[in-house]
């Protein structure tokens, strides 16, 4: 194995570069490469400074997780850091790219940083359910005040490296190029003297008992019962309150004890499944359309943040609508989502006005003409679906992608109202479409490789995570939605309300129960579909009549101020437990002749997780999902399913 790591020697400057693609992990070889870089320099009297940097995309993204469901093997991380902050020579990190975990932790190491502009640095390592493993949680707080250092490390999220040099993570900011103003950074430290080892600074803030129960009562609630947000603030403590050597050490152990927990096996799993969603192989090597024109049918909340996405992925969207009125809203909403990304700080005003000028709204389809890809979202039913594909047949490029944004219905019906079939594809987005990740594509029977290769190249573009579905009702998702939702209303009829469903859904990790999301989405669409599908269902088919009865109140979910639950108009958000629910509830019970029992939160999970795996086992069965992990990441991505629990095939020890 050639070394990932060189060393070469210039004007008393070492220049140690680690190569070791894609993102420089420090695998085994890496760490060993660098311990050597350390031995040579010390035994080398002609070097003055090292400077440490990567070559490729990025300096170091942190420890190589690939060997975390193995035994550790030496050298380890912290001894090779140790290393670096006791070397008779002055470090400078040459950070670009990101600066992740073990990455971040590294660069603690050296005596000084210096970063591109554009890098980010972070501790990601809660995402994974782990704690730094490193030495960040002691280092760390000794170059920034420690309100940053929780924010980072119990967070997970990188910040920028403007931000970095503003709370003291990095000493400077390249100017030109970033090796070049390594080198002369080292050079200088060579001749003003070796700045301290950050790990012999003291702590920052060392606060009280009280500030630290504070904090971890508001990362507890956050977390949803993942355990690794508390642990990092609990490594922290131990960082800015224990002896140095005592902190390393404990820092450390709870790592270990965290890399062998069930949450970091289904945080890493997730790791790998949402970066290995299946592409069906009859794609690969096939050139998708360019998708520099883009356009969408419907403005309403969908289309509208369809076409926010492509425009904050760079792209040009012209948006079409039935009337001007209809158009004017359109474009009032577009740019409402874009004037909300600038507000948060997601979009500079520049990037902000140059977005919207990629953007036109229109009272007719002859702007989609040139487009590569037509994204409709309409109203979800087959006659208006039909309707439009059938204009846009006529009117667009014979060659453009045509995708239905439908979230249940027959795709391959949709296509049939085309001459072409083959360039019709699903892509079914999330709301809001210009945040959640997910994107569904529905290969329908006679999708050509094209079709589908323009679609997952439409998803790279928004950096969403595409999982390929088949044709069914419901696709993946929605279909194993309906499953479980249904087993509710059944829990429901058997002595459960639906507070009692959501709490055991929030106990088990889910951001919102099933009955507050549909408040949320409004109770009209699932009943439409349920009246379509009435005349097909089998007579003997359990089913739950309180969601018709529901809907038949006219409570439609928060847009009409009720539905599962009341909202009264004092603007409360969560919605409040309604006599007139329970009422409903408790006459179903009765005329079904249930004797309503006391479920525990666990008997309703039960419940719940056994009927998305039923339904689960299905689709695969079906061939509606590639392989058991893409019902995961869609679950965890697209219905709120905790990501630290793997997914429901994960809980189920499925694996692909
Ligand atoms: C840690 O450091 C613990 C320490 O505190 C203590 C140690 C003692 N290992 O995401 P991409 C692969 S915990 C192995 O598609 P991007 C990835 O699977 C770690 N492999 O690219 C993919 O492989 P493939 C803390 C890794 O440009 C390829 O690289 N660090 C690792 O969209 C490209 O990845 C993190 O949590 C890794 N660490 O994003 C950082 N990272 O091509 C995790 C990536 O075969 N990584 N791969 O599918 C990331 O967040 C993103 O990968 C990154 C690049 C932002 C770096």
């Known amino acids: 194995m050639t070394n990932p790591v060189s060393v070469t020697v210039e004007d008393g400057i070492a220049l140690v570069t680690i190569d070791n693609p894609p993102v420089n992990a420090l695998s085994l070889a890496v760490r060993q490469?660098?311990?050597d870089a350390v031995t040579r320099i010390e035994g080398d009297a002609s070097v003055g400074a090292a400077v440490l940097a990567c070559a490729g995309r990025t300096f170091v993204a942190g420890a190589d997780i690939r060997e975390?469901?193995?035994?550790?093997?030496?050298p380890h991380l912290p001894d090779v850091l140790a290393a670096i902050e006791a070397s008779r020579v002055p470090w400078v990190a040459a950070v670009h790219g990101t600066a992740l975990g073990g990455g971040l932790e590294l660069a603690l190491a050296c005596h000084a940083r210096i970063a591109d502009p554009a890098a980010k640095l972070g501790l990601p390592e809660v995402t994974l359910g782990l704690v730094p493993g490193a030495g960040g949680t002691v280092r760390l707080p000794r170059l920034v005040a420690l309100d940053d250092a929780i924010d980072m490390v119990t967070s997970g999220k990188p910040v920028g490296a403007k931000k970095a040099n503003g709370i003291g993570l990095v000493e400077r900011i390249a100017d030109g190029d970033l090796l070049a103003d390594a080198r002369t950074y080292a050079a200088e430290l060579n001749q003003s003297g070796k700045p301290e080892a950050v790990s012999a600074r003291p702590p920052r803030e060392v606060p009280g008992d009280d500030f630290w129960a504070e904090k971890e009562k508001a990362i507890a609630a956050r977390a949803r019962g993942q355990a690794s947000p508390v642990e990092?603030?609990?490594?922290?403590?131990?960082?800015?309150?224990?002896?140095?050597?005592?902190a390393f050490a404990a820092e450390r152990a709870r790592f270990l004890r965290l890399r062998d927990s069930e949450q970091a096996a289904a945080l890493r799993y997730m790791f790998f499944a949402e970066r290995n969603t299946g592409r069906p192989a009859d794609i690969e090597g096939v050139d998708p359309l360019p998708l520099d024109s883009t356009g969408v049918v419907g403005g309403g909340t969908m289309g509208a943040g369809i076409a926010a996405a492509m425009l904050l992925a760079g792209m040009t969207v012209a948006l079409a609508e039935r009337d001007a009125d209809a158009a004017g809203k359109a474009q009032e909403r577009v740019a409402g989502i874009l004037d909300g990304s600038r507000k948060r700080g997601l979009l500079s005003d520049a990037a902000h006005d140059d977005a919207l000028s990629?953007?036109?709204?229109?009272?007719?389809?002859?702007?989609?003409a040139d487009c590569d890809l037509v994204i409709e979202a309409v109203f979800e039913e087959m006659g208006v679906k039909n309707a439009v594909f059938a204009e846009l047949d006529?009117?667009?490029?014979p060659d453009a992608v045509l995708a239905s944004n439908t979230s249940y219905l027959d795709v391959n019906a949709i296509a049939e109202a085309t001459k072409d079939p083959s360039r019709v594809v699903g892509l079914h987005f999330f709301s809001p479409a210009h945040i959640m990740k997910l994107l569904e594509i529905v290969r329908t029977d006679a999708a050509a490789p094209t079709t589908l290769a323009t679609a997952f190249a439409l998803a790279k573009k928004l950096k969403k995570i595409p999982v390929l579905a088949g044709v069914c009702d419901g696709f993946i998702g929605n279909r194993i939605m309906s499953a479980y939702r249904r087993e509710c209303d059944f829990i429901l009829e058997e002595g459960a309300l639906p507070q009692d469903v959501d709490a055991a859904m929030r106990g088990y990790g889910f951001a919102m129960g099933i009955y507050a999301v549909q408040d949320m989405a409004g109770l009209d669409i699932a009943w439409a579909?349920?009246?379509?599908?009435?005349?097909?269902?089998p007579s003997d088919e359990r089913y739950s009549k309180i969601a018709d009865r529901i809907c038949e109140l006219g409570r439609f979910g928060r847009k009409t101020g009720a539905g599962w639950f009341a909202y009264p108009s004092d603007g409360a958000k969560a919605g409040q437990p309604d006599p007139a629910i329970e009422a409903i509830i408790l006459e179903e019970s009765a005329r079904l002749g249930y004797e309503r029992k006391t479920f525990t939160a666990d008997e309703i999970m039960q419940r719940i997780l056994s009927s998305m795996q039923a339904e689960a086992r299905a689709v695969l069965d079906e061939g509606i999902a590639l392989k058991p992990s893409d019902i995961d990441v869609t679950m965890v991505h697209g219905y709120g399913f905790p990501r630290h629990k793997g997914g429901p095939m994960f809980a189920a020890g499925i694996r692909d």
């Open 358 to 368: 990629r953007f036109s709204a229109h009272d007719n389809y002859g702007a989609l």
């Open 68 to 74: 975390f469901g193995k035994p550790p093997v030496e």
């Open 529 to 537: 579909m349920r009246k379509r599908r009435a005349e097909t269902r």
């Open 33 to 35: 490469g660098i311990m």
């Open 232 to 246: 990092a603030l609990h490594a922290l403590r131990d960082g800015v309150t224990l002896p140095v050597p005592d």
């Open 394 to 397: 006529r009117v667009c490029r």
